[in-house]
């Protein structure tokens, strides 16, 4: 394969996955595969799909590099695929295809809002300290960067925690996180 043509797949491979995160219920479903791998068949049922759409969205993420196979069973005569998402399968495909442009993550950051806000509709808020922040801040580049290292690792960890929906003693959460530098002119467009 030659130079120019590993460039285009990682083009067609880069479209894919942006077009797989840009849809909502891709989303539920890369949550949903963190815990453990599923067929289609059981994310159907899960989040209230069926089988062909919930086939059809999981061929999608699986186009574009989110979700692995993790095995096969027979099913009634048939072969079900499991998928799974995989955190570190992730970072290594994203560090694969180099970084995203800012086009891809405000479009990837959009569908993450409109997430956060049909998962708020289904919220309960326990009493206790909230857990939210919003803010444009200045702080040193250093301090920055291990910040964001260290919120990273504690999403890591988290992923890395999850369980299988509905397994007894656990809690349904939603966890949404976004941190980015902002543009040169800063708040109230001046310099």
């Not at 120019?4 to 996955?17: F, P």
């Not at 899960?46 to 979700?67: F, K, Q």
């Not at 995203?100 to 309960?124: G, M, N, V």
Request: glycine share 8%.
């Amino acid at each position: 394969m030659s130079l120019g043509d590993d460039r285009v797949d990682r083009g067609a491979e880069e479209k894919a996955a942006l077009r797989a995160m840009a849809h909502p219920v891709r989303l539920r479903m890369m949550s949903l595969l963190t815990a453990a791998p599923m067929t289609a068949a059981e994310v159907a049922r899960e989040l209230g799909l069926t089988h062909a759409n919930a086939s059809y969205h999981l061929r999608n993420l699986l186009a574009g590099g989110l979700i692995v196979i993790d095995g096969e069973e027979k099913i009634r005569g048939g072969v079900a695929k499991r998928y799974r998402y995989d955190v570190g399968h992730d970072k290594q495909q994203q560090a694969r295809r180099g970084p995203p442009t800012d086009e891809q993550l405000r479009l990837e950051f959009s569908a993450f809002a409109h997430e956060l806000i049909r998962r708020t509709r289904e919220a309960h808020f326990p009493p206790g300290p909230k857990l939210l922040a919003d803010a444009e801040l200045w702080v040193d580049p250093d301090k920055w960067q291990e910040i964001r290292e260290r919120v990273g690792k504690a999403l890591v960890e988290l992923h890395e925690a999850a369980r299988p929906p509905r397994t007894p003693g656990t809690i349904h959460t939603s966890t949404t996180a976004a941190m980015f530098e902002m543009g040169q002119l800063g708040m109230g467009g001046r310099e």
